[in-house]
C-alpha cells in the first residue's frame, strides 16, 4: 500500500495541471491514470486553442467557464516559456459574411470582451495582457490571408489567441511536477475507492493508494469514479462527440490563422479552421451527442468538416489532402439549455475530495483550474506550506 496526502485521479491537463500547482507545497502527490502515457483522452483530441479572449466572447459571463478561461489569459505567456512549450499567437477571425454577421459580432464584442478589459469588470483582463480585438474590412482581410474566399466581407480579428500541442503541454506538466516530487502511476486504473474516517483507500487493478484527498479528474468518466463513493458524484453531463479533420502541411500553406464562422440554427456544428502548431489545419467541429465508448465517425462529418475549408478557401479538392480523422468526446453540462458550465467542486456530502469536470475549452482553462482546485483543497483542511526548492523549469523523465 501506497500513502499519499492527495491522489489525483487522471493524467490529462486538468489533473496534471492540479499536480504541479501541487508541487509547489510540501505535500506528498500521487497522479494515477488507466492509460500507459499521459494526456491520451481528451487533451490529446481538440482543437488546441487556447482562447485569449476573443473566443470567450460566447462564453456566459457568470460561469466558471468564463471565469476560469478569462483568469487564465495572463497565466499562459509565462507558463508556456516555464515549461518550455510552443505557444503561438495565430490570430483569430470571426468571418463576416453579411450584416447579419457583422451585427451579431458586435454585440459579442461589446457585452463580453469590453466589459471584460474595465476594471471592476467581473472578469478583468489586466492591461498589457492582450492586443485590442479590432473589425477588418475585405482589403485588410486580404493582406493577411490572400487566398480567402472573395466572398467573405470582412473579419473580427483577434490578435491574441494561441495554439499549443496539449499533449505537449501534459507532458511538460508532468514532467515538470515529477521532478518537484509528485509520483505518477500510468497503466493504473482505478476500480473502487472506500471511504474511511479521515481517508480513502484507492484501489487500482495494480497499486492500493491510501490517500488523505481526492481529486477526481478523470474526464469523461468522472461521473463513473465519483460513483465509487456515495455522495460524491453531485453532478451530470451527457457525451458530446467531436469528429475533427486533419489536413497536411500543404494545405497548410494556403491559410494562416484561426478562423470561424458564427452558428446559426441551419448550422448546428463548428465551423472552424486551425492551424496546428507543427504544421497543417485542424478542420471541425461536427458535434453530435454520443455513447462514451462510441469513437465511430458519423456518416457526413469528414464532407462537414471539409466543407469548411472549402468556404474559406475555395478551389482545391482537400480529400487527397487528410491526414487523419480525429473523434473527442467531452462532457457537456446543462444540455437542455445549451449553456456549458464546468464542476468544480467538493461535494456537500464528500469533504476533501473534488470533483473536475471540464469540457469546451478545458485546455485554456487548465492554468487557473489548478490554482482553483488547490485553494479547494486548502479550504478542505489540506495543510499547504510552499515548498523550498520549487523550480518551475525542471523536467524529470516519465519514462514512457
Ligand atoms: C472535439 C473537441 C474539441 C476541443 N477543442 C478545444 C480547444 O480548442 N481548446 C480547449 O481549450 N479545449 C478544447 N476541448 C476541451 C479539452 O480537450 C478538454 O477540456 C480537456 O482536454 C479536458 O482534460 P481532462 O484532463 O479533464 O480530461 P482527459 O484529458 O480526458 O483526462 C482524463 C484522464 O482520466 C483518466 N481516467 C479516466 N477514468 C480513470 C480511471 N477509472 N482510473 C484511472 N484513470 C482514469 C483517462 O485515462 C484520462 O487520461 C475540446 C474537446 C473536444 C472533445
Wanted: hydrophobic letters at 40%.
Amino acid at each position: 500500500m501506497r500513502d499519499y496526502d492527495v491522489v489525483v485521479i487522471g493524467a490529462g491537463v486538468a489533473g496534471l495541471s492540479v499536480a504541479r500547482e501541487l508541487s509547489r507545497y510540501d505535500v506528498s502527490v500521487a497522479v494515477v491514470d488507466r492509460r500507459e502515457g499521459v494526456g491520451l483522452e481528451m487533451t490529446s483530441t481538440n482543437m488546441t486553442l487556447v482562447c485569449q479572449g476573443g473566443d470567450g466572447l460566447t462564453f456566459r459571463p457568470g460561469t466558471l467557464h468564463a471565469e476560469l478561461n478569462v483568469k487564465s489569459i495572463p497565466l499562459w505567456p509565462r507558463l508556456a516559456e516555464e515549461l518550455g512549450i510552443g505557444f503561438r499567437r495565430v490570430g483569430g477571425l470571426g468571418l463576416i459574411r453579411n450584416k447579419a454577421d457583422f451585427q451579431r459580432f458586435m454585440k459579442a464584442y461589446n457585452r463580453a470582451f469590453r466589459s471584460s478589459t474595465k476594471p471592476g469588470a467581473p472578469y478583468y483582463i489586466p492591461e498589457g495582457s492582450f492586443e485590442p480585438l479590432r473589425f477588418l474590412g475585405r482589403r485588410e482581410l486580404r493582406e493577411l490571408e490572400p487566398n480567402i474566399n472573395p466572398s467573405i466581407e470582412g473579419a473580427l480579428y483577434d490578435p491574441n489567441l494561441a495554439v499549443v500541442d496539449p499533449v505537449e503541454y501534459a507532458r511538460a506538466l508532468a514532467e515538470n511536477a515529477k521532478a518537484n516530487g509528485v509520483d505518477l502511476y500510468l497503466g493504473a486504473e482505478v476500480k473502487f475507492i472506500e471511504r474511511r474516517a479521515d481517508h480513502f483507500m484507492v484501489n487500482t487493478d495494480s497499486e492500493v493508494f491510501r490517500a488523505g484527498f481526492i481529486v477526481n479528474a478523470a474526464g469523461i468518466d468522472a461521473d463513473r469514479v465519483a460513483e465509487m463513493v456515495p455522495g460524491a458524484r453531485n453532478f451530470s453531463y451527457v457525451p458530446l462527440k467531436g469528429v475533427l479533420v486533419d489536413l497536411d502541411e500543404e494545405a497548410g500553406e494556403l491559410f494562416r490563422h484561426q478562423a470561424y464562422f458564427l452558428a446559426s440554427p441551419l448550422e448546428p456544428h463548428v465551423r472552424a479552421v486551425v492551424p496546428l502548431i507543427h504544421g497543417g489545419l485542424r478542420l471541425g467541429i461536427y458535434l453530435q451527442p454520443s455513447l462514451r465508448s462510441d469513437k465511430s465517425v458519423p456518416s457526413g462529418a469528414v464532407e462537414h468538416d471539409l466543407s469548411v475549408m472549402s468556404d474559406i478557401v475555395p478551389g482545391h479538392d482537400y480529400r487527397s489532402h487528410v491526414a487523419r480523422v480525429i473523434v473527442g468526446i467531452m462532457p457537456f453540462t446543462n444540455a437542455e439549455t445549451g449553456w456549458h458550465d464546468y464542476i468544480v467542486d467538493i461535494p456537500e456530502l464528500v469533504p476533501r475530495w473534488v470533483n473536475i469536470v471540464l469540457g469546451p475549452a478545458g485546455v485554456s482553462a487548465s492554468p487557473m483550474l489548478g490554482r482553483r482546485v488547490v485553494e479547494l483543497l486548502s479550504l478542505s483542511g489540506l495543510h499547504l506550506e510552499e515548498k523550498r526548492g520549487f523550480n518551475p523549469r525542471a523536467r524529470a523523465s516519465l519514462g514512457v
